[in-house]
């Protein structure tokens, strides 16, 4: 017997209201429920041990078992691995912010599982069994750029913890193949005059480092980049007074540090010209 789940693509549920909705258990990542006859796939992009990437529309998902070799043939992983005959309905969830469930859709096996070697919990090879799935309808519901980034800065900070050793380890077991995500931003229409003028009033020299401009562009001219000391994204303005012309290097440096000893500076060099 099958149940319709009334949920729009792209929600954002809580924990709480997935197993609410799915009559699930509000652990782990794949969460069989004989009350409505599904099974729930949860992705964790922030917590999760597992190499889940999706690839030409294909979403691959590692199956369940956190230490030791995976075994197809127990618990949800057969049930996802049968799920093209035993009737059980697969929905996808995604997580790219902390508590927050983002349902990508039913899903359906998009060819056999395959096995792979990836590290257990406790750091020892093992092999997983990745199942290739594919959505029933439609494409994955992109993420947000903010959410995206925070997701990706979250495994940067795992990756920087780890020792030279760890890192060769992973390294040379990471997928050939990079993961692809469709992301949404907000792009800005920056107001060309402010940007020239900026860009001369700084005659060729970068105004944090006051070194000159490393190169010159097709046209000859000194290379600089416009830079908002208040970001847009903050609310900043994109006039002369908030902007400043910068290297690459320096601009880079703001858009990764943005120093308030940095911001200080800029903003008084921009006092001084008025």
Known sequence: ??????????????????????????????????????????????????????????????????TGDQSLTSSQNKTLAESDTNNVAVHLFEVDHDKEYRYQGLIKLAGPPYQETQQDESKTDRLVWVFPLRLQDGSPVPVNNQEFLSSQ??????????????????????????????????????????????????????????????????KGQPYLETHHIQWLANGGEDSIDNTVALCPNCHRKMHVLNSITDQEKLLQLNFKKK
């Open 1 to 66: 017997m099958t149940f319709d789940i009334d949920l729009e693509k792209g929600s954002t549920l809580s924990n709480e209201q997935l197993c609410q909705l799915f009559g699930c258990s509000p652990q782990g990542g794949m969460r069989r429920s004989l009350k409505t006859n599904t099974l729930v796939i949860v992705s964790n992009h922030i917590e999760s041990i597992y190499d889940d990437r999706w690839i030409d529309g294909i979403f691959h998902y590692t199956g369940m078992g956190r």
């Open 153 to 218: 800065a979250v495994r940067i900070r795992k990756a920087k913890k780890l020792s030279d050793e760890e890192l060769i380890t992973k390294a040379k077991k990471a997928p050939k193949k990079a993961g692809e995500r469709t992301v949404t931003s907000t792009q800005y229409e920056r107001d060309p005059y402010v940007s020239m003028l900026t860009k001369r009033r700084a005659n060729g020299v970068c105004e944090l480092c006051n070194h000159s401009a490393p190169f010159k562009d097709s």
